[in-house]
């Protein structure tokens, strides 16, 4: 059974950093493309960043680039996501994706405030 949970999450100040974890089981991370979403108030859901395999290409929306970096643990089967210079439009409920025998599974999401 494939199951995401995400964690990490909390306020933060502009400028300040965060690391969100996503912890997976029912599945092999490095064998997937593991994806990072965020969905602010009133806007659709985007996507952030990607991780592929097999040797963990990763890209990035332009408004996170040079600011966020993906990455994997394999042993923990654990992908995270490290935030930097956080901006208040940054604010977002962050969640982890994985497309699994072509279904889309999503965590339940880790809340990400941006505020002073």
């Known amino acids: 059974q494939v199951q995401l949970v995400e964690s990490g999450g909390g306020l933060v100040q502009p400028g300040g950093s965060l690391r969100l974890s996503c912890a997976a089981s029912g599945f092999i991370i490095s064998t997937y493309s593991m994806r990072w979403y965020r969905q602010a108030p009133g806007k659709e859901r985007e996507l952030v960043a990607r991780?592929?395999?097999?040797?963990?290409?990763?890209n990035y929306a332009d408004s996170v680039k040079g600011r966020f970096t993906i990455s994997r643990d394999n042993a923990k089967n654990t992908v995270y996501l490290q935030m930097n210079s956080l901006k208040p439009e940054d604010t977002a409920v962050y969640y982890c994706?994985?497309?699994?025998?072509?279904?889309?599974?999503w965590g339940k999401g880790t809340l990400v405030t941006v505020s002073s």
């Open positions: 994706n994985v497309n699994y025998y072509t279904m889309d599974y």
């Open positions: 991780i592929s395999p097999p040797g963990g290409y990763t």
